[in-house]
């Protein structure tokens, strides 16, 4: 009896070491593979009934909340149909829902909102949407600003009726772009 319990006491708290282990690792902010099913789930939702691809820019998922940055591409050509942007979702029930970011008050000093993300939007998310993590935006410290790809100057805008504004909008896009990184830079 000795023998056993010299030998299973120890087994056990190795199992449950491991097992804590994972699961605060489960827990923690991070972004999932490229082909793993937690960002097919993510981007199947984002998708709805849609046939579309995505590049995904930016993807962080922490506590069943996801902001993902994302260029829709046509399936065909993989070429940038529109500008895209920043979505949230939430895993309710296990299903991942795309939340409305229309919500979100606005803030009349932060005229980009969801775009920039800044400080201040995010806290408006986490009023709006409670028990949202303020680590999964990219304006949290751990997280950078990816390059987002340019869309070709004669690829359609949703919006526009021929395209034909589609490189003074992008022009636009880069500049508000870049004075928001001056912007919280400075700050």
Not at 54 to 70: C, R
Not at 91 to 115: F, H, I, Q, T, Y
């Amino acid at each position: 009896m000795r023998r056993l319990t010299l030998y299973f006491l120890p087994t056990l708290f190795i199992i449950f070491a491991f097992s804590f282990i994972a699961l605060a690792q489960a827990d923690a902010v991070h972004s999932p593979a490229a082909k793993s099913t937690e960002r097919q789930a993510i981007l199947d939702a984002l998708r709805g009934s849609e046939n579309v691809m995505y590049q995904v820019n930016f993807i962080k998922v922490h506590n069943g909340w996801a902001w993902v940055d994302t260029t829709p591409l046509d399936p065909k050509t993989k070429q940038a149909t529109a500008e895209g942007g920043p979505n949230l979702l939430h895993l309710a029930n296990g299903r991942w829902k795309v939340m409305d970011l229309s919500k979100v008050p606005e803030d009349k000093k932060d005229p980009l909102g969801a775009e920039d993300a800044s400080p201040t939007y995010v806290r408006n998310v986490q009023r709006t949407f409670k028990g949202c993590p303020a680590d999964i935006f990219l304006s949290h410290p751990d997280n950078r600003l990816p390059a987002r790809p340019r869309i070709n100057h004669r690829t359609f805008v949703p919006g526009l009726i021929d395209g034909s504004h589609a490189k003074e909008i992008i022009v636009l896009r880069h500049f508000f772009e870049c004075v928001s990184r001056y912007v919280t830079d400075k700050l």
